[in-house]
Each structure stands twice: as structure tokens, then as C-alpha cells.
């Protein structure tokens, strides 16, 4: 799981709230606390064959970073910082992937979850923003180019209820879940 149960408590502090509500103020704050915390999952001690994230650091600067640097938000030196942040951890420590799952779902889609889920934080956000970052993944993960994609893609269709999910997910099981069956391609 992600870990928003930190991003919304460092010692007192909710950094994901004060995001939501002033990005242009918090966004470097709350992006370089979830790159830590990111580095933080990919990098602690293995004792099962996978592991499974909901997120990586890879999307957390590839997406989230970006959409905050495109939207206006967050200005061209807190860029650059995180990105070099982000470049020195790729160069000396090991955040590889060996599969991206993309579990591709419609703005409108990720609104209404949202809406159901009810976080506190996330009652600001408006689907516009969904937009652009369904827009950055789509770029990166489908299009290609913009940003180097580390790992195969599996693109499972995301928009259904969660008895079809359930049903895909089982379907990609031995992808997702073995090492050996992504040795051979995508």
C-alpha cells in the first residue's frame, strides 16, 4: 500500500492535505517526504519472491512531480531539486522494477472512487486533475518517450466493478505474481 498514512502525519503535520489545499506552497514539501518514504518501500528487505507496490518512486516523480512542474505549481528550481534528487537515487541505489501493472482507468472513473473513498484530503481535488494525471500516465506508460519506462507494461482496463476486477486480476496472477513468467518479454 502506499504509505498516506505517513504522508498524513509526519510528526503532527499533514503534508498531503497541505498539498491539496495550497500545491503551489506544498508541493516540493509533500514530494520529496514521498520520494523518501518511496525509497523507503523499494528499498527495505525482501523476504517474499515479490513485491508488490501500489505505487513506485518512478510514478511519484514521472506523474506526480511532473504534473505539479506542468500545472504551474511548483516552480522551476523545486523541479529541478527533486530531479535531481530522483536522478542520484536511480544512479546509486536500486529501484528497479521488473514489472509496471497499469491499471488504466478513466478520470471520471478515478472521481467517483474518490468520491466513495472519502478521504479528507482528497474532497478538494478536482477532476481536472485526474485529467492531467491519467494524461501523464498515458504519455508515459502507453505513449512512451518523455520518460524511460524500466520494466514491461501490463495495461489491464480498470473502469469495471469490482467483481470484473477481481476476475482480470486472477487472469494476470501468474504475470504479476511470478518473476520466472516475466523473464521471457512482456
Sequence with gaps: MEPVSKWRNVRGHNPLGLMYHDASRWGLTLQTYVQLTMLDQHTRPQT???RLMERSIHSARYIFVENLYRSGKLPEVDYVVLSEWFDWIVRNIDVSVDLIVYLRTAPETCY???????REEEKVIPLEYLDAIHHLYEEWLIKGGLFPVMAPVLV???????????????????????PESRKHGP
Excluded at 112 to 118: A, E, G, P, Y
Design 112 to 118: 467517483q472512487r474518490l468520491k466513495m473513498r472519502c
Design 156 to 178: 489491464i482496463e480498470a473502469d469495471h466493478d469490482m467483481q470484473k476486477m477481481l476476475e482480470l486480476l486472477e487472469q494476470n496472477r501468474d504475470r504479476i505474481l511470478t
Design 48 to 50: 517474499l519472491p515479490v
